[in-house]
């Protein structure tokens, strides 16, 4: 609330969400009290095409681009019987979400429900940004790797300065947006700097979103932080929170603080573009799919509530998500749920059906 109310035009709609969110949590809470565990966000990655090949990426070490992605009338049906659930965000995710034009739409159709959409922002066309404009409830989050040699290199060359003129644009048209920063040990620095942080507030941006680097793909072990940087990360919050007006989120050291990992329904819950429910995206693993089963119905899955039952899967451990780290034991977990004892705790991931 103390961000949005320095954006006048974000103050109103932020201040209806406030009353829209505890409507939300009352609708969750007697779901509990019927056996449903309804999470307060969806990460819902609505896509695997992307127009770039970041090094690194997560989603193009688990999927590679396939047909059968949700159509646009199974995207909205999610989303109503996530509304309906008492779910109170969305995140939007991929691939690049804005190779799916049919999104402005839908998420305009829902103005109770708030989407976060994570883009590297090549897309943003006049479509876009007039949709943004108007709907106050999709807020973009623009993917930077630190400066420009940083961001280019990760990224390919010319991101950096199309992503500085595109926070040019947005702040320009008066649109609420955030950023997207990935931690990893070489860029920590930089990424973490008063000087960078500031220069991206002075460019607009109000929601920061540190997400920790989880090794996914052959070569990338040394990305990950360091225990050090870790520790450090954890004081640089408060202060960043103190100095600058914007919203700092920053995963997992903000899920410590509640408890542990989110995933599997506890906070949250991850759809892939093919529908399968997971427990996060860095846990491709699932035993329903919400194309033939209701929401309501998938989010009783023995497997997530079987995850839910394993306090030891939600401490952090660093290295990124401890559900990738641990996902022998997922996988034995989800041939348990399957009634499938072929499998054990040794055996390799099995993505999701």
Not at 221 to 250: E, H, K, N, S, V
Not at 328 to 334: E, F, K, N, Q, S
Request: hydrophobic fraction near 40%; include cysteine; proline fraction near 6%.
């Amino acid at each position: 609330m103390r961000v949005a109310l320095r954006h006048p035009r974000q103050a109103v709609p932020f201040v209806r969400a406030v009353f829209r969110l505890r409507r939300a949590a009352r609708r969750r809470s007697l779901l509990k009290s019927r056996g449903t565990t309804v999470p307060p966000i969806i990460i819902f990655s609505v896509t695997d095409r992307c127009n770039l090949a970041c090094a690194g990426c997560y989603a193009q070490s688990f999927r590679t681009p396939t047909e059968g992605e949700l159509g646009a009338a199974e995207l909205r049906r999610v989303v109503e019987e996530a509304r309906d659930l008492g779910v109170s965000f969305f995140v939007i995710a991929g691939g690049e979400p804005l190779l799916r034009p049919e999104l402005s739409g839908i998420m305009a159709g829902f103005p109770e429900l708030i989407f976060f959409v994570f883009t590297n922002g090549l897309l943003m066309d006049e479509g876009w940004l007039g949709a943004l404009r108007r709907h106050r409830n999709i807020i973009p989050l623009l993917s930077f790797e630190g400066d420009r040699k940083m961001t280019d290199g990760r990224r390919g060359p010319g991101t950096y300065d199309r992503l500085t003129a595109l926070c040019g644009e947005l702040r320009r048209r008066g649109i609420f947006f955030g950023t997207s920063l990935t931690l990893t040990r070489d860029h920590f620095s930089a990424i973490t700097s008063h000087e960078y942080t500031q220069g991206l507030v002075e460019a607009g941006c109000r929601f920061f979103l540190y997400l920790e680097y989880t090794p996914t793909t052959e070569g990338t072990g040394d990305w990950a932080l360091t225990a050090d940087q870790r520790g450090r990360m954890r004081g640089l919050l408060p202060a960043f929170r103190t100095a600058f007006p914007a919203l700092f989120i920053a995963v997992p050291w903000d899920e410590d603080d509640v408890g542990g990992c989110l995933a599997a329904g506890r906070g949250f819950v991850h759809i892939n573009p093919r529908g399968d429910l997971e427990p996060c995206p860095f846990a491709p693993f699932s035993d329903v799919n919400i194309r033939h089963t209701r929401l309501e119905e998938a989010l009783r899955s023995k497997f997530l509530e079987t995850l839910r039952g394993k306090p030891e899967l939600g401490r952090e451990t660093g290295d990124g998500c401890v559900l990738w780290k641990e996902r022998a034991v997922v996988t034995a977990l989800l041939a348990g749920s399957r009634g499938d004892t072929a499998l054990d705790a040794s055996v390799e991931p099995r993505p999701s059906p």
